[in-house]
């Protein structure tokens, strides 16, 4: 009977290592799949997104539509300043904007020049919050760039008709 016994809990230890090895399983398979969900929503964002090391204003991450937009690789960009893809004319707002980032902890709305690999520049609005890395410590930024041009081109064309009207009255 002791034999029996011993088999017995054994194979019930064995039943439940089995069990708890398909839940870790689950578990993992889960965990990559939110990953996945995640990692796409990020890339594949509308806005163009990226994160900024404040210590030394590198570009630590960016998404996929910044890359497309900007026409750059993620090798190319990791690693750069970020002040390098402000527009010359609005170094002195980016820094504005940086300062009132130190200062409030956010910014809002700040709109700037940003350039392409080409040199093309072209209108956003800047928006940005802190993230402070759980392990580590070290704060970062969480930044969005809304393309503006369009609404750009909109209030030009808007502003011709108001000084046409104005001129035919």
Known sequence: YAIYRGYRNKKLANAQLFEQKQLIQKSATLAAKSERKFRDLYDNSPELLLSIDLSTQNILECNNT???KLDYSKEELIG??????????????ARKAFSQYLDEGHV?????????KNGEAFPILLDVTENI???????????AWRD???????EK????TNEALEFAN
């Open 66 to 68: 910044l890359l497309k």
């Open 80 to 93: 750069t300043n970020i002040l390098n893809l402000y527009h010359p004319d609005s170094h002195e707002l």
């Open 133 to 143: 890395e759980e392990e580590t410590g070290k704060s970062y930024t969480r930044s």
């Open 108 to 116: 809002h709305n700040a709109e700037l020049q940003v350039i392409k």
């Open 157 to 160: 064309i808007l502003s011709h």
């Open 148 to 154: 503006i041009s369009e609404r750009k081109k909109v």
